[in-house]
């Protein structure tokens, strides 16, 4: 499992950046500062897209198992529990 994140908190600040940026950044902020910081949302959404994989296939395995009426799994109750906390910044 890789480190917490929290997605929502990621979005909201890749949004307000982006929303600031467009309406203060004149055209030479806009070179300047652009490059950067589109490669640091760019490695954000990377962190995002895993986490939102590892809950996906969590919740996938969990629905599988209670397909399967197997839906006493506990370990993949407790890694659906992990990727959730994950995506919400560590916190179940």
Same mark, same amino acid.
């Given at each position: 499992?890789?480190?917490? &994140? #929290?997605?929502?908190?990621?979005? /909201? @600040? &890749?949004? @307000?950046?982006?929303?600031?940026?467009?309406?203060? /950044? #004149?055209?030479? *902020?806009?070179?300047?500062?652009?490059?950067?910081?589109?490669?640091?949302?760019?490695?954000? !959404? *990377?962190?995002? !897209?895993? +986490?939102?994989?590892? !809950? &996906?296939? +969590?919740?996938? +395995?969990?629905?599988?198992?209670?397909?399967?009426? #197997? /839906?006493?799994? %506990?370990?993949?109750?407790? @890694? !659906?529990?992990?990727?959730? %906390? @994950?995506?919400?910044?560590?916190?179940?």
């Amino acid at each position: 499992m890789s480190a917490p &994140i #929290d997605v929502r908190e990621i979005l /909201a @600040r &890749i949004a @307000r950046t982006n929303a600031q940026f467009a309406t203060t /950044a #004149d055209r030479d *902020q806009m070179v300047r500062v652009g490059e950067t910081m589109l490669k640091k949302q760019a490695a954000d !959404l *990377q962190s995002v !897209l895993e +986490a939102l994989d590892e !809950l &996906i296939g +969590a919740a996938q +395995a969990v629905e599988n198992s209670c397909v399967r009426h #197997d /839906a006493n799994d %506990a370990d993949l109750f407790r @890694r !659906l529990d992990a990727a959730i %906390a @994950r995506v919400k910044g560590g916190a179940a």
